[in-house]
C-alpha cells in the first residue's frame, strides 16, 4: 500500500472555525491533491500540487487554501468552517503523468 | 472540459450474478487513459485498473473484466460471479493527460450483492 496518511481521521468543528486537514507521503511523489466526496457528486478536485510551493485551484476551491512546504506534506486549510464544507476529504498521490493516483484513509468532516 | 458519466446510481443483484457497470467518459484528448477504483463500506478507495486509449482489448482478471469501446466512449466493468464481498462503490475516472493531472471522476455506482 501506498504511504499516505491522513489526519485528523475525523473530525467536528463549529461554524467560522479554521480546520486544517494533514496528508502526509512517504512515496515521495511529485502530484498531491485534495478531493471532496458528497453524495452524487463522486470526488471534486479541491486543490493540487505539483511540486513543493507548487499549487493550484481545482474546480470547488472557494473557502479552501492549501500549502506544501515539503515534498511529503501537503496542508489544506478552511479559512472559516461552513455547513457546505462537512464532507469527506480525500488526499491522493501520484508519480507522474496516466499513472494511478493513490489516496488516503478519508478525513471525515462535520462543520455544526 | 472533460466528463464521466455513470449513469447507474445503484445496482442490486443476488450473489453469483453477473453485473455490468457502465462508464461513459467525454474527452478532448487523443491519447487518455481511464481508471476504475473501488470504495467498500470501510471508506478506503482502491485502485483497480488502468487502461489507455490505444489499447481496446477487453481486460480480465478473475472475476473482473473491463470493456473498452472508444467509438461509443465507454468503459464498462463486469464482475462475474458476484460475491457479498463485491458489494462497493465503483468510480470510473479520467486523469487529464497534461496541466495538473487530475482525475475526473464519475459519481460512482453503488453495487449491492445480496447473499
Known amino acids: 500500500d501506498a504511504g499516505i496518511t491522513q489526519s485528523p481521521r475525523h473530525k467536528v468543528t463549529e461554524t467560522g472555525t479554521p480546520v486544517t486537514l494533514r496528508c502526509h507521503q512517504t512515496e515521495n511523489h511529485r502530484y498531491m491533491y485534495w478531493y471532496r466526496q458528497d453524495p452524487g457528486h463522486g470526488l471534486r478536485l479541491i486543490h493540487y500540487s505539483y511540486g513543493v510551493k507548487d499549487t493550484d485551484k481545482g474546480e470547488v476551491s472557494d473557502g479552501y487554501s492549501v500549502s506544501r512546504s515539503k515534498t511529503e506534506d501537503f496542508l489544506l486549510t478552511l479559512e472559516s468552517a461552513t455547513s457546505s464544507q462537512t464532507s469527506v476529504y480525500f488526499c491522493?498521490?501520484?508519480?507522474?503523468?496516466?499513472?494511478?493516483?493513490?489516496f488516503g484513509q478519508g478525513t471525515r468532516l462535520t462543520v455544526v | 472540459a472533460q466528463k464521466v458519466t455513470q449513469a447507474q446510481t445503484e445496482i442490486s443483484v443476488v450473489e453469483k450474478e453477473d453485473v455490468t457497470l457502465d462508464c461513459v467518459y467525454e474527452t478532448r484528448d487523443t491519447t487518455y487513459y481511464l481508471f476504475w477504483y473501488k470504495q467498500p463500506p470501510s471508506g478506503e478507495l482502491v485502485f483497480l485498473i488502468r487502461r489507455n486509449s490505444f489499447d481496446e482489448q477487453n481486460e480480465i482478471s478473475g472475476r473482473y473484466s473491463w470493456n473498452f469501446q472508444k467509438s461509443t466512449s465507454s468503459f464498462n466493468f463486469t464482475i462475474t460471479a458476484s460475491q457479498v464481498v463485491d458489494s462497493a462503490v465503483y468510480f470510473c475516472a479520467l486523469p487529464e493527460i497534461t496541466g495538473r493531472r487530475a482525475l475526473t471522476f464519475g459519481s460512482g455506482t453503488r453495487l449491492q450483492v445480496q447473499p
Open positions: 491522493a498521490i501520484s508519480e507522474k503523468q496516466n499513472t494511478e493516483a493513490f
